[in-house]
């Protein structure tokens, strides 16, 4: 019989952390419920004591999700820990996960101690979680470049302490696959009463290692890893969920097995590329747009002939809907509906009745309609309820011409207009806006993306925006531009204006 992975989702909170991916309560809760529905056993909902939104995530997740196990991260800290169990209450499987960084750096560097105290400190956090339940996960942070023969010695202690998971993070993401590998097997060979819990493998990608060191990881023993969707997470990202959970359906030799739904991986992919206004690089595995596309013609030839000649993994495995209904401007809202479902969302009547009028004056504009786009539309209805938004902007530019910009923001319902010109139009239109909205705002990144390929295609607009010391992130997506670039300005703005 095969062994069971434990998959542990940590997009809404080692994912979350990434600047500008920061979601709502309300859009925790749609990608926790549609983490279950993939069929992830645990699910890190966040970092209670970190700030009232991540304890209020918690809250919220643990009340909206059945099945899965809810875990809260604290550092080995007693306010942090009973924050954690405070925010836990609802959870009907409510699991703490708690640590200290393990390794040098972090013992004499962050920590100014010994290894024989932060020893102490480890065990004494665990006792303390497992006042609170019984379900105690406890991680040694930098556990990748931490000496094996004292980790092991942690990790001994801890499971001693009643740890029931223990987590073996390669932080900096430094680790090479045999190297992790081995580290975990030392655990296993090394520790006394190690099956009393589980090993778990945390990998960053710093430098493109997360899968295979984790991968190696559970090849030597680790049965929980912890992913996140399309790998995002700080830097370079954590273990994509999807890769794991295709190599080991793909690699039956491995007999191992997750209880990932594969056939929702696509839909969890979108959502979250989509709430967290994440771009997945077009050639990522399994959830990149170029993952099933052969352009060459002696591939195209092959998988004509026979799909396996060139594909190791069938699109409709992992959610992509070859018989996709081509949106256009003559689709009803059944079929909008359908194709939202496909993507993993549920409108209610009215909001789809909102998205679909902006279907409909997309539609007039573009001819087919795809998957980003429609995700595009959701998003839209949720900047609704801004303070701030744009009225009008018209631009004038074009060669030999200096670029002006009339605009008319609304706020709070009072209309505002102004004109400005600039060394480009985009200039022109944010000089615009700055003069209405009097604060010293700096742009600190902008990027313009096309999502499809034509000239009639959305562009959209990422941007960062430093006021007062913090950077606030915007987003807009539009077939004009200009006008996306001044509306991902003023989606920053939103963020900082109340
Ligand atoms: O990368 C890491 O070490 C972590 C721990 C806090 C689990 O995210
Ligand atoms: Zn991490």
Not at 71 to 91: G, N, P, Q, S
Not at 449 to 464: P, Y
Request: hydrophobic share 40%; with cysteine.
């Amino acid at each position: 019989m095969a062994e069971r992975l434990f998959i542990f989702d940590t997009t809404l909170r080692d994912g979350e952390q990434v600047p500008g991916c920061q979601l709502n309560s309300i859009e925790k809760i749609e990608v926790a419920k549609a983490l279950e529905g993939l069929g992830v056993d645990v699910i890190e909902a966040g970092f209670p004591v970190s700030s009232p939104g991540d304890f209020q995530s918690v809250v919220e997740i643990s009340k909206a999700v059945t099945w899965p196990t809810i875990c809260a991260l604290t550092r080995a800290v007693e306010k942090d820990i009973e924050v954690a169990a405070e925010a836990l209450k609802y959870a009907k499987r409510g699991r703490i996960h708690t640590g200290i960084g393990t390794s040098d750096y972090h013992i004499k560097h962050k920590f100014n101690s010994n290894q024989d105290e932060i020893l102490q400190r480890a065990i004494a956090c665990v006792k303390y979680a497992k006042r609170f339940v019984e379900d105690v996960e406890f991680y040694a942070e930098d556990a990748g470049r931490t000496d094996n023969e004292y980790l092991a010695r942690v990790v001994e202690a801890v499971i001693k302490a009643g740890a029931t998971v223990v987590n073996i993070p390669d932080t900096t993401g430094y680790c090479l696959p045999d190297q992790y590998g081995a580290k975990i097997k030392y655990l296993i060979e090394n520790v006394d009463g190690v099956h009393k819990a589980v090993l778990s493998t945390h990998c960053h990608n710093d430098l493109g290692m997360a899968t295979a060191n984790t991968i190696q990881g559970v090849l030597n023993g680790a049965r929980q890893v912890e992913v996140t969707i399309n790998g995002i997470g700080e830097r370079a990202g954590n273990t994509s969920l999807e890769e794991v959970a295709m190599i080991f359906k793909s690699h039956k030799d491995t007999n191992i097995e997750t209880n990932i739904n594969s056939q929702k991986i696509y839909s969890i992919s979108r959502m979250v590329s989509s709430l967290m206004n994440m771009p997945v690089q077009p050639n990522k595995a399994i959830v990149g747009r170029n993952a099933f596309a052969h352009s060459s013609g002696i591939h195209q030839d092959g998988v004509l002939k026979n799909r396996e000649s060139y594909e190791i993994i069938d699109p409709k495995d992992v959610g992509i809907d070859d018989n996709a209904i081509v949106l256009t401007a003559r689709s009803g809202r059944a079929a909008l509906k359908h194709r939202l479902q496909v993507l993993g969302v549920e409108l209610e009547q009215d909001k789809l009745d909102n998205v679909y009028g902006e279907f409909l004056k997309l539609a007039d504009r573009k001819k087919d309609i795809n998957d980003d786009d429609v995700l595009m539309l959701v998003g839209k209805d949720r900047t609704a309820m801004h303070r701030i938004k744009l009225e009008y902007l018209q631009v004038t530019s074009g060669v030999g011409l200096k670029p002006v910009a009339s605009i008319c923001l609304n706020i709070a319902g009072e209309k505002f207009e102004a004109a400005a010109s600039g060394n480009g139009p985009v200039d022109a239109a944010i000089k615009a806006i700055k003069s209405i909205i009097h604060r010293t705002m700096t742009i600190q990144e902008f990027l313009i993306q096309a999502i499809d390929k034509g000239s009639d295609d959305m562009g959209k607009v990422h941007m960062q925006v430093e006021y007062d010391g913090n950077v606030y992130y915007g987003f807009a997506a539009n077939t004009d531009i200009i006008a996306a670039s001044a509306e991902a300005f003023i989606d920053a703005i939103n963020k900082f204006v109340q």
